[in-house]
């Protein structure tokens, strides 16, 4: 997945509860963040925050920019080569039963125009020195012609040219049944992309576990006191495991319950996007678009403000 977050700095809007639904939604095995505007501990924080041992990063300066590349470590990853425009790596994977080995470049566009031709020079220094089972991916800051577009300039020919120039490097040999999916445009004003490399796999499933801010509140407790007060019949092993089975159980229900009730419900909101963005095609939808993005934002803020106050003191905040 790659994502041009817009900072990691603030505890104050909801970019980390986001990308956690995103990986769990997802199974995102590499995380790519642009403009991250945040130092080496901050990525560190984000790392831990998100269950990802291994990362790597280029710090911003004087918090602009700022790139991260977080894997989980069943991938074999070694960062080669990074700068503020990209981070270019070498994978080691299975593929089909069988070991591979390709590279990976990730890429931010400079935002700046008079930079770009430099940033595509500089690509395409790494591109001939490449094995050629290369995947690009990330936020090009460009497009290649003027319909992807509502509003602003057009293309830049160095692009365009760019591209037709690597035409025939075709990852899609590599993995047939790969997709792309683009998220839409929500906590940040970029889309995150996603690619799947094997669409028929299926997700990683995960063990529920009753989370520790459960046990700060009182319900659990009266389900534990409850269960524990019931008679059952049979030896003391037996009731014993009849009563913690029915106390896990309980606690199950309850905790479903209550996260639906008071978590931020990133599906709906995502959902309500999509269906937005995908009629976008004057300048009119693009607002009415905006309208519905700003209203998720604010159904966002409103659970996220909740958790902060149940959390008091232990929230994370990354920077301040």
Known sequence: MAWNCRGLNSSDDPTIPFLKWTIRKFSVDVLFLMETKSSKDVVGVVARLLNFENY???????????????????????????????????????????????????????????????VWNGLDDIMQRASGKVLLMGDFNQIEFHNQKIGGKGSIVSMKDWIED??????????????????????????????????????????????????????????????????IDGSPMFKCSRKLQQVRYGLFKWCKKYQVENNIVWDDIVEDCVNSQKQIKISEDVHKAKEVRENGIKRAMIKLDYWKQRAKGKWVALGG
């Open 56 to 118: 790597d990063f280029v710090e911003a300066v004087d918090y602009a920019g700022g790139l991260a590349i977080f894997w989980c470590p069943f991938l074999k990853i070694s960062v080669e080569e990074k700068s503020t425009n990209f981070i270019f790596c070498k994978v080691a994977d299975v593929i089909r039963n069988g070991f591979n080995e390709w590279e990976l470049l990730l890429v931010y566009g400079s935002p700046y125009v008079d930079e770009r031709e430099k």
């Open 166 to 231: 690597m035409q025939g490097m075709n990852e899609y040999q590599l993995y047939p049944e790969a997709n792309i999916l683009n998220l839409p445009i929500l906590v940040s004003d970029h889309s995150p992309i996603i690619l799947d490399t094997n669409a028929e796999k299926k997700r990683r499933s995960r063990t529920y576990k009753v989370k520790n801010w459960c046990l700060n509140l009182e319900q659990p407790k009266e389900i534990v006191a409850e269960v524990w007060n019931r008679k």
